[in-house]
């Protein structure tokens, strides 16, 4: 018997260190891109009745208040400009669109090792929104959102395995012009995270300089158009069915300097939107329609994200309510209608109503977040860290949506079923001659790291092992762990050579 100990603690010692080492891509659990698209809230009647109502909406009805090199290139393209001044799209234009569209969009990181491919029923998640306030959990209390903040916010992502890409989650209210708060919330992303980046621009004429930081970041205009790091986070209809004149011009001037689009269409239900859920979508999936058409004819195939952000709204006080569970329905519709036309879709999930990151805030950011990813949404924003219905944003919420995603990811993944999992050999092993249990079998050991999903802050002990350990708070972890990464440096810094260039040339808020 003694004789077998060293045997047995060495390949106990062995397994041990086989599950400390990190796994391949392919072994992990959950990793960004797992195809969701399991959980249809529609039917497929459903579905085909909102295509054939956008359809008709499109026709019938059109959008108001293109800019005029919109009507260039709707009217080019076979939109009909009507007396009233809206713009119509007959059906064939539209089905003609969507036969040609791009299938496939790459989200670009900067350093290649975290791109997103967006095809099919891929699921990423990430932040977004324009918050103009930081939670500060320690004084429970709101301040103003800074460049400083950003810049963090961005270096947080960055470290995060289940945050995949970083729009900007929040306005630069520190920096008043608002072409130098385009330019700079660039640079402070970009020197924060090697993701992703989503941002927005104010005016048309505010695109051209941050557009030329972007090929001096790239290493020069061909580079950055071969793998494009930034996508432009467009509001190019106010709902509804109005086209955002300015917005639309941004649009044209991205396209142009070779940078995805999301096509993002956020009506209010019952209020810039249709109250019913149905009807949200409708509206929803006929102006991104109309923008599908728009980007097509500025250039055809250029990659564009369809973009269905209808927001919930508490019809008794007129306030949001993007943590309801109207608001999961609504995004994950959206996302079957995204499968339906096969397009690279977006939608809002993961946001919260509540003003700190506590137990509603949990509730509501889950369920959406579930929902989003189990409809299958190729590209699921604010979900990290967004509060009080988009108007502020949380450091630490967005360390712990780390956890809460991770488990949504884990239910996206789904159930396996073949001979293997379903184990029928390993249960006659354990009942018969066995020990009568799992602890400790060759199959249960080997998969600890491939089936399941551990939560990093989560807590799973035993109330007496809590107490033992000092009984420890989950915001005070996150923001000991948020000091931990803002006080390292960020993998992705600029090079102090391009980063003096910058300052140069550009007029840059973020302190060295």
Not at 314 to 326: C, F, K, P, V
Request: charged share 20%; glycine share 10%.
């Amino acid at each position: 018997m003694n004789a077998q100990n060293p045997s047995r603690s060495g390949g106990r010692a062995a397994r041990r260190a086989a599950r400390a080492a990190p796994l391949a891509d392919s072994l992990r659990p959950i990793r960004p891109g797992m195809e969701g698209g399991r959980y249809n809230p529609l039917s497929d009647a459903d579905v085909q009745r909102i295509h054939h109502a956008a359809l008709d909406a499109l026709e019938r009805i059109g959008l108001a208040d293109a800019p005029p090199s919109g009507i260039d290139y709707l009217t080019g393209a076979g939109a009909i400009l009507g007396d009233d001044g809206r713009i119509r799209f007959p059906r064939a234009l539209v089905e003609d669109t969507l036969a040609r569209a791009n299938r496939s969009v790459t989200y670009f990181s900067r350093d290649g090792k975290t791109d997103l491919e967006l095809s099919g029923s891929n699921v990423h998640y990430g932040t977004a929104g324009a918050a103009v306030h930081m939670v500060d959990v320690a004084g429970n209390a709101y301040r103003e959102s800074t460049v400083q903040d950003l810049h963090d916010a961005a270096k947080i992502v960055d470290v995060l395995d289940n945050v995949h890409f970083c729009q900007r989650p929040m306005v630069c209210r520190d920096i008043t012009d608002n072409m130098e708060m385009d330019y700079n919330t660039i640079f402070a992303a970009c020197s924060g995270t090697m993701k992703h980046i989503g941002t927005s621009f104010t005016e048309p004429d505010f695109v051209a300089p941050a557009v030329e930081m972007l090929y001096m970041i790239a290493g020069g205009e061909d580079k950055f158009r071969e793998r494009p790091f930034v996508s432009n986070s467009n509001c190019f209809v106010v709902p509804p069915m109005k086209f955002a004149t300015e917005s639309c011009e941004v649009m044209e001037r991205c396209i142009e300097a070779g940078l995805p689009v999301l096509l993002l269409s956020a009506g209010m239900q019952g209020a810039t939107a249709p109250s019913t859920i149905a009807g949200a979508i409708v509206q929803a999936t006929a102006e991104c329609l109309a923008g599908l058409v728009y980007v097509n004819a500025v250039k055809p195939g250029a990659p564009c994200v369809f973009g269905t952000w209808p927001f919930g709204l508490d019809l008794r006080t007129g306030a949001m309510s993007i943590g309801s569970g109207e608001q999961a329905l609504l995004t994950a519709g959206c996302g079957q209608m995204h499968r339906f036309y096969d397009l690279p879709g977006g939608a809002a999930g993961g946001a919260s109503d509540s003003k700190m990151p506590d137990m509603q805030a949990g509730w509501e950011q889950m369920c959406s977040s579930v929902l989003a990813g189990l409809s299958g949404v190729n590209m699921v924003y604010e979900a990290a860290g967004m509060h009080a219905s988009l108007l502020g944003f949380c450091h630490e919420s967005l360390i712990l949506s780390d956890d809460l995603l991770g488990q949504a990811m884990r239910c996206v993944r789904g159930i396996e079923v073949n001979d293997e999992t379903l184990a029928v050999d390993e249960i006659a092993q354990v009942c018969m001659g066995g020990p009568g249990h799992y602890l400790g079998t060759d199959q249960t050991l080997s998969r600890m790291q491939t089936e399941s999903v551990y939560p990093t802050f989560g807590d799973r002990t035993s109330p007496k092992e809590w107490a033992e350990k000092g009984k420890p708070d989950l915001i005070a972890k996150a923001t000991a762990r948020k000091e931990d990464i803002l006080g390292a440096p960020s993998q992705a810094q600029f090079d102090p050579a391009l980063e003096a260039a910058l300052r140069a040339k550009f007029n840059i808020h973020l302190k060295p």
